[in-house]
């Protein structure tokens, strides 16, 4: 399915989301990751502070995965209809 729309638009509901996510938990734990609870050391997540505040924790995964979608939408040339 191909979906056209505002390049403009798209990127400013991103960036409200990235502002939405910036006030949950007390504010994004920037160092937050996406990890396999089976793989990943128990003591590596205590010290970046996975177990105090898992919603920062949610909120920096989110954050990184907006500004990446960001960049790549920004890096797009602009859609021009050749008549």
């Not at 939405?20 to 937050?32: H, I, M, R, S, T």
């Not at 970046?48 to 797009?76: P, T, V």
Request: with cysteine; aromatic share 12%.
């Amino acid at each position: 399915m191909i979906v056209l729309a505002s390049k403009d638009n798209i990127l400013e509901f991103l960036l409200t989301e990235v502002r939405c996510w910036e006030k949950v938990g007390g504010g994004p734990n920037l160092d937050a990751f996406d990890f396999d609870p089976e793989q990943t050391d128990p003591k590596l997540l205590e010290e970046l502070g996975y177990y105090h505040n898992k919603e920062a924790w949610l909120a920096g995964i989110r954050i990184k995965a907006l500004w990446d979608f960001i960049r790549e939408i920004e890096s797009l040339p602009p859609y021009v209809k050749k008549i």
